[in-house]
């Protein structure tokens, strides 16, 4: 029985069907003493990178399969070569994206190099009409083995056990049932039996299986003939470049040189000695690794926007800087190329391009249309589970009422995990004292399992992935919702499986600062974008050291404005170089990440001045510039380098691993030739402990520097027009819809800017906010529910026949439907015509005016010849009440002064004042801006607000003993009363929250 194979396995990536990862099967496979083992998940090859990598991690010879499944038909099918590997991508590509696919005629066309495994009479029939070698009947425990055994015979097929495992242990069956009731939006009381596995089906040992089979051996024996006519030596680790127009690889090159170099001409003004020597490196290494094509296909996407962003490792690259992919030099700022590119490294890095945000889609098109859906396709995201999501899932299918679901998941912040389900809810802070219902004990304890498994496919924010010739050969492709190709792996699998991704992004920053210039533009502002230098404007400079950067891409969250502010101390007089102000953005972008936060303030203050040396002499050179700290990625390898003898590749290995998921194992290999590399070169045991822990907190997120660089470059950038053109950079930042905080936070900046915000108006407003001469204009875009049809009609009719004289006027000339009227109408529109007390009037001369939509358009009648009614005008607070409806906010006034008797009554510290109560005990009020909630050390909540007033914003710290105590009552939507004690730290202050109450209770 050792010569037993397991043909038919499917994994967690059998999307609403399979259990168990593709690790947890090869390891329960080897325990069994198997050596060989299939994966076949069901209509793709979700999984495959990662099973051959676990394959071979367990020592298991691997077989690629799938099993295809349509509304007729079924049946396993197993590569037995690279051609068959290839038809079987074709297969499941076209049975995803061809309507009227049909099993038998795709495996006419695709049959060559693949064994199929059936139990469908009618597929079977056809198939051995045509061919019958490779071809077996399935036969199955709990699946009718007598039939599937009598078919065999009947058609002369040779039959072959299988599984059809996907259990490993008896509660994987209950589990399968509810992933099935998602898929299907049933309740689990409501499943049928044939929509789900049988309960038979379990990964079982091959001495459990032989018991099914007394008098038929051969069906067991035939595996072991099936898994040797596969290939099992698979070897997906070659790179497969784009091609670049018809060039052979020695063209490619020279033309990559040739531009190179007349890129650094235009960079440079001359190639010195410096350059020379780094273009020479470069090249040669792109030349080594086959990158040319790569290159010159980027540039060529590259050049089809004007205002682009390569950030990323690639970043680093001379080359890179020299076609414009990217912005930063590298030889100025010391930007290590072997980040992105070495001689021992055997993974593709990929070129990561951000492109403003609305123009991503033209790219998108152009590089679809240049290289064809044969050659081209996004990268996908592999869709599963998260925390909330899942345990609502989970309970909609125990049957549970809608409200109850809600009640206790919006509880649950968005971040917890499904597999941490559980401690999302018992011992928080939310649910503390309260005894959930039983059924919600098991609802948490399932959901906490479904991590892992795969839903469906989404489209990646990005990746483009070109081959030279045909993409269905190396993966499946499937349709997104969007209608592009998409492979069926995300990222990782593809990087592992030697596809080289282009990532092509939006970025909202980018479209900010292209309009910002546009608008300047237009009022003779020149600034030549080349030779753009922000941080030699003082104004900005100044502003960076304030951490006024709300509306900043990249600078503007809490966090990192708090470190600028203490970097600088918030004394305007201590004045900072350009360039060192660059790095120190640089840095500080990069530093803000979870596991490094106890290092922000040792930073800071070596910033500041604080005596510092290198822990170690070799040290030196590799962490001066960041004052002794490990800040970026590539840190981790030349420190490796430096203190342990790595090589460069090996230094790039370690920097990988610290950054993947599921890396203990290899982590602690690599830790110890770490510790055996310092000591044998001499550096002390608690210099590699401390710097240990110095590489291990840059799990899971961190930066390289040249990807900060770049980004930091457009920060600089967007600082410098709020800085100096703060009116139209601030409607810019609204008008694009991006940033941390929402478009009331951003209205209360743009007025603490002295910035005057002008209402909706009929014939004032854009559809997009505008702003100039000290003042920013709400554009049409804010009414809620106007259809942009309706506002395209009335722009358009202004713009060809000029601005509206009156109400009236505007009926007249523009066909609008009865609920955009009176959205225009409440949302003052209308009030610099007609005056606010005439909106009552109005909405009954809209109701005259206009009637319902009928036939094939909108009908308008002529006013009738009759008195309308005089009403009232409204009181203030109705008007109030229709500014905050219409709009979604109050912009007339903040809301905090609609509760003038409270705050006299209160007299709370005001924003602005806190520097003058630092160290005593406040009392505050603030409306609620930004949040985000964390762990300490010990794994409880707490969280840190952004509060304002109408003087400022403030940060207040909700310690967990505070964050348990009040937790309950935090909310978005009223004013905070927040007493507490006002701490400094580097001449900054921010809030102790003790206590928390509301200023309209």
């Not at 906010?889 to 520097?915: D, I, N, Q």
């Amino acid at each position: 029985m050792h010569d037993f194979v397991h043909l038919h396995v499917h994994s967690s990536s059998s999307p609403a069907w399979g259990i168990h990862s593709p690790e947890a099967l090869c390891v329960a496979a080897r325990n069994m003493g198997l050596t060989t083992l299939a994966l076949t998940d069901r209509n793709g090859l979700y999984a495959i990178p990662r099973f051959i990598a676990a394959a071979r991690e367990a020592g298991i010879a691997p077989l690629i399969g799938a099993e295809a499944v349509t509304d007729r038909h079924r049946a396993v099918l197993l590569a037995r070569d690279e051609t068959g590997y290839a038809n079987l991508c074709r297969l499941l590509s076209d049975l995803h994206c061809c309507k009227g696919f049909e099993l038998p005629a795709a495996l006419s066309r695709y049959r060559q190099g693949l064994v199929v495994i059936s139990d469908d009479r009618n597929l079977l029939t056809v198939l051995a009409a045509e061919e019958r070698s490779n071809l077996f009947v399935e036969v199955s425990p709990g699946h009718n083995l007598s039939a599937a055994l009598a078919l065999a015979e009947e058609l002369s097929l040779p039959p072959v056990a299988t599984c059809r495992a996907l259990f490993l242990e008896q509660e994987d069956i209950h589990l399968h049932r509810v992933l099935r009731a998602i898929h299907l939006t049933s309740k689990l009381s409501r499943l049928k039996a044939e929509e789900c596995a049988k309960e038979r089906d379990f990964l079982m040992a091959p001495p459990e299986l032989a018991r099914f089979f007394p008098e038929c051996p051969r069906a067991l024996a035939n595996t072991r003939l099936v898994a040797d006519l596969c290939r099992s030596d698979w070897d997906f680790s070659r790179t497969i470049f784009p091609a670049f127009r018809s060039l052979e690889d020695d063209q490619a090159f020279t033309e990559l040189e040739r531009r190179a170099r007349l890129g650094a001409l235009r960079r440079y003004g001359c190639i010195d000695e410096q350059v020379e020597a780094r273009l020479t490196k470069e090249l040669a290494i792109i030349r080594l690794k086959g990158f040319a094509h790569y290159f010159l296909v980027v540039e060529e996407i590259v050049s089809q926007s004007k205002r682009t962003c390569g950030r990323g490792s690639a970043a680093a690259s001379l080359v890179a800087y020299c076609l414009e992919i990217t912005h930063v030099d590298p030889i100025r700022h010391n930007l290590f190329f072997e980040r992105f590119l070495n001689e021992g490294r055997t993974d593709p890095p990929d070129i990561d391009i951000d492109f403003p945000w609305d123009e991503r889609d033209a790219i998108l098109d152009f590089a679809f249309r240049r290289y064809g859906v044969e050659r081209a396709a996004m990268v996908s995201n592999q869709v599963g589970f998260k925390g909330r999501g899942a345990l609502r899932e989970v309970a909609k299918v125990y049957g549970l009422p809608e409200v109850d679901i809600k009640e206790v998941t919006e509880r649950i912040s968005g971040f917890w995990r499904a597999d941490r389900a559980a401690g999302a809810v018992h011992g928080h802070p939310l649910f503390e004292g309260e005894q959930l219902p039983r059924e919600w004990e098991e609802i948490i304890g399932v959901a906490g399992r479904l991590k892992g498994h795969l839903r469906h496919l989404s489209l990646h924010c990005g990746g483009l992935v070109i081959v030279p010739d045909e993409i269905r050969r190396y993966v499946p492709v499937e349709i997104s919702a969007k209608g592009l190709p998409m492979i069926q792996w995300e990222k990782d699998q593809a990087e592992d499986s030697g596809l080289v991704k282009i990532d092509i992004l939006g970025n909202r920053s980018l479209a900010v600062i292209r309009d910002t210039l546009s608008v300047i533009g237009q009022k003779d502002v020149a600034i030549d974008f080349a030779s753009w230098d922000p941080l030699a404007d003082e104004k900005t400079r100044l502003l960076f050291r304030r951490g006024a950067t709300m509306g900043c891409f990249y600078v503007e969250s809490p966090s990192i404005r708090l470190v600028l502010r203490k970097v600088w101390g918030e004394r305007p007089d201590r004045q900072a170089l350009a360039a060192d102000l660059f790095e120190v953005l640089v840095q500080v972008s990069s530093l803000i990440r979870p596991a490094a936060n106890k290092l922000v303030l040792e930073y800071v203050a070596r910033v500041r001045g604080k005596a510092w040396q290198s822990v170690h002499p070799f040290l030196g050179g590799v962490m001066d510039e960041t004052y002794g700290i490990a800040i970026y990625q590539e840190q981790i390898t030349q420190i490796a380098m430096a203190l342990a003898g790595f090589s460069v590749f090996e230094g790039d290995q370690l920097r990988k691993i610290v950054s993947k998921k599921h890396k203990e194992k290899k982590l602690e290999d690599f830790r110890r030739r770490f510790f055996e590399g310092g000591e044998g070169l001499g550096v002390p045991r608690q210099v590699l402990e401390s710097t240990w822990n110095q590489i291990l907190s840059f799990a899971g997120y961190s930066f390289c520097k040249p990807h900060s660089a770049s980004y930091a470059m457009v920060s600089a950038q967007a600082a410098y027009l709020k800085a100096n053109h703060p009116a139209e950079f601030m409607a810019a930042v609204i008008s694009n819809q991006g940033g941390y905080y929402s478009t009331f936070a951003y209205i209360s900046e743009a007025k603490r800017l002295g910035l005057s915000i002008l209402g909706a108006d009929i014939n004032a407003s854009d559809y997009c906010y505008t702003g100039g001469e000290g003042s920013v204009r709400i554009g049409l875009m804010q009414i809620q529910g106007l259809t942009r049809d309706g506002a395209d009609r009335l722009l358009h009719e202004r713009t060809e026949r000029g601005s509206f004289s009156s109400f009236s006027d505007f009926l007249r000339r523009v066909r609008i439907d009865r609920a955009d009227g009176e959205r225009l109408v409440t949302g003052g529109c209308f009030d610099s015509l007609e005056g606010k007390e005439r909106r009552p009037s109005l909405l009954w001369e809209l109701l005259q005016h206009v009637s319902r939509p009928s036939g094939s358009g909108l009908l308008f009648e002529e006013p009738q010849v009759q008195e309308l009614p005089s009403p009232p005008a409204y009181d203030e607070a109705m008007v109030l009440r229709q500014e905050r409806e219409t709009l979604g906010m109050l912009v007339s006034r903040h809301p905090l002064s609609l509760h003038r008797k409270a705050l006299l009554r209160h007299k709370p510290t005001r924003a602005c004042e806190m520097h003058n109560h630092a160290g005593r005990p406040v009392t505050m009020v603030g409306w609620w801006i930004t949040t985000k909630t964390v762990q300490d050390k010990h794994g409880r909540p707490m969280e840190f607000i952004s509060f304002e007033d109408t003087t400022a914003i403030f940060d207040a710290t909700f310690f967990p003993d505070v964050y348990s105590r009040f937790c309950r009552k935090l909310s978005q939507k009223r004013p905070y009363l927040l007493k507490g004690m006002v701490e400094e730290e580097f001449g900054v202050c921010t809030l102790r929250v003790r206590w928390v109450g509301f200023l309209d209770e």
